[in-house]
């Protein structure tokens, strides 16, 4: 796929810059320290073990809750510092860093729907996705804090671009 670079045009305007929220990784940080806690609890209680399965097992447990830990902070600073969502007056930019394939711009006068939604993680910590679609894509972008207004946002410049366009 190839496409032209935008992102450095100047007659681009910025209306809102969103990025991934840390709140978005807080389930998995707490499944993170109930399977941490979990890991030690049954080490505690496996005392009656002969000398070697203990060294064994101590070992691990450490190492296991090291490995969660080391997962979830190295997926959230990945998400939180890669992730970007750009609205400008003319193209929604989205960047899911360089592990992932770039993502064209998508033009707002080529949007035909806005949508919001996130589940029960939305209504507990306000984080969600949303997911703008054109005749030939749809591109769904995660871990917005307030969904709905970044939506309302890409509706109103979706709106304005097209007047625009129409004016010309």
């Known amino acids: ?3 032209t ?12 810059w969103v990025g991934y929220h840390p709140r978005a990784l807080l389930p998995a940080v707490g499944i993170g320290a ?23 097992s101590e070992l691990t447990v450490y190492i296991l809750s090291w490995v969660i830990w080391v997962v979830i902070v190295t997926v959230l600073l990945y998400r939180c510092v890669t992730y970007t ?27 035909v729907g806005v949508a919001s939604g996130g589940g029960r993680l939305r209504s507990w910590f306000g984080i ?11 591109v769904r ?15 109103v410049a979706r709106a304005a671009a097209r007047q625009r366009a129409a004016a010309t």
Request: no cysteine; net charge negative.
């Open 1 to 3: 796929m190839h496409f």
């Open 5 to 16: 670079d935008h992102t450095s045009d100047p007659s681009l305007r910025d209306l809102a």
């Open 34 to 56: 109930i399977v941490t806690a979990l890991l030690h609890w049954a080490r505690w209680t496996l005392e009656d073990v002969s000398a070697l399965a203990e060294s064994i």
């Open 85 to 111: 969502y750009r609205l400008t007056d003319r193209a929604l930019l989205v960047d899911f860093g360089f592990v992932h394939r770039p993502v064209a711009p998508v033009p707002l006068t080529e949007v």
């Open 128 to 138: 969600g996705w949303v997911e703008v679609r054109t005749a030939q894509r749809t």
């Open 141 to 155: 972008m995660t871990g917005i804090h307030k969904p709905e207004l970044f939506a309302e946002q890409i509706r």
